[in-house]
């Protein structure tokens, strides 16, 4: 079974400083994706960066990237100089590659404060 | 290109009563997901289209919820009877594809029903 697990279930951050939210995860494929999202108060879920498995360079978008450490199946996000905007619960899902399924963790809810 | 729409945004219902509703994928997707989150938790996984087949259905519980995406374009989610514990945002998902190769999932801003 995949399983996807966060353990932080509340973080927060100054404004501008760095923070960093924790993912563990657990699958038997070899071939699959993980992915961070961001849900805001209005629901939307939105990609906020992804990282395929077979890939060992850390995937980085603008100010968020990821630590990618995949014998030990961990997969936490950086966000750097976090703005207010990134207050929101972000989710750490896994894509199979082979049956196209997407699980996610429990949510972490960052409050960034002024 | 339009989002993935879902409707209504909001359903109150009775417990015993029935309930359905509408997902509109995004046009060309052939998978879609619906999710069910209770508040303060992660989305989980009830059912998963592609085209007009079920993937995965593991964990619909398909004595009172059950899915249809007939011509593998809209899909509806019905529950009969409502449970209270059933009150949860209802997220619908697509993309193209199988695989995840050069591809994400789009999420509507999903239905909050809460049944009394």
């Known amino acids: 079974a995949q399983t996807v697990t966060q353990s932080q279930p509340e973080m927060s951050v100054q404004e501008a400083e760095t923070v960093t939210l924790s993912c563990t995860y657990d699958?038997?494929?070899?071939?699959?994706?993980l992915f961070w999202y961001k849900q805001p108060p209005s629901r939307q879920m939105i990609l906020v960066i992804r990282?395929?498995?077979?890939?060992?360079q850390n995937a980085t978008e603008n100010r968020f990237s990821v630590n990618f450490q995949k014998a030990a199946k961990s997969f936490s996000l950086k966000i750097s100089d976090s703005q207010l905007g990134d207050t929101a619960m972000y989710f750490c899902?896994?894509?199979?590659?082979?049956?196209?399924?997407?699980?996610f963790g429990q949510g972490t809810e960052l409050s960034v404060k002024p | 290109e339009a989002g993935v729409a879902q409707s209504p945004r909001y359903k109150i219902i009775e417990k015993r009563q029935s309930v359905a509703f509408w997902c509109n994928p995004i046009?060309?997707?052939?998978?879609l997901y619906w999710y069910q989150q209770i508040l303060g938790q992660g989305p989980k996984l009830l059912i998963q289209?592609?085209?007009?087949?079920?993937?995965?259905d593991s964990q619909l519980p398909k004595d009172r919820f059950s899915a249809e995406r007939l011509k593998g374009v809209d899909s509806t989610l019905k529950i009969q009877p409502a449970k209270l514990e059933d009150s949860a945002v209802y997220l619908c998902?697509?993309?193209?594809?199988?695989?995840?190769?050069?591809?994400?999932?789009?999420f509507g801003q999903g239905t909050r029903l809460t049944v009394v």
């Open positions: 998902a697509s993309r193209r594809g199988r695989g995840w190769v050069n591809t994400e999932a789009f």
């Open positions: 699958t038997s494929e070899n071939n699959y994706y």
């Open positions: 990282q395929e498995a077979y890939k060992q």
């Open positions: 899902a896994l894509g199979d590659n082979q049956g196209g399924k997407l699980i």
């Open positions: 046009s060309g997707h052939a998978t």
């Open positions: 289209f592609q085209n007009n087949g079920v993937v995965d």
